[in-house]
Structure formats: C-alpha cells, structure tokens
C-alpha cells in the first residue's frame, strides 16, 4: 500500500494507464463507481451524476461515459 488516495487514469488512442497523484483531476469516482464505469454500468452522463461521481464539466463528464458506451455491462455493478 502506498498511501496514495488518488489515481489519474489517462486515456489514449484506446490505451489507459492509471499511476498514483496528488492533483484533482476531471472527475473523482469512489472505488465503487470506479468499477461501475468500469463494467459499463453507467449509460449516459445523468445516470453517473445521479449516482454521485462529481465533474468538473459536464463535458469530461459525457467523455468518460461515452468511453464505455459501446460496451455492455459485464460485471456485477459492485464489487
């Protein structure tokens, strides 16, 4: 265990890679709404926000859903 309290997951050309930080990014997701994104649980940007993941845009917002929105849930929506 580190002691690292935030991630940056970076996006690009279809790769991610999450290291540990210390700056707020975007859009701050619990662990649990982490591994709903995750598993393609959220369909649109209100579903997200209704379920309490926070923006700064509803922009980043929109980006981050639409990054799994051609997939179909998989997973169990909490772990």
């Known amino acids: 265990m580190t002691g690292w309290d935030r991630w940056m997951l970076h996006i690009k050309d279809g790769r991610a890679e999450i290291t540990p930080t210390r700056v707020e ?22 579903s997200a926000q209704m379920a309490g993941v926070r923006a700064a845009s509803q922009k980043a917002l929109a980006t981050l859903v639409l990054s799994t929105a051609d997939l179909e849930p998989w997973l169990p929506d909490r772990f």
């Open 25 to 46: 990014g975007q859009i701050t997701l619990t662990r649990c709404q982490l591994a709903v994104w995750y598993a393609g649980g959220y369909r649109s940007a209100t």
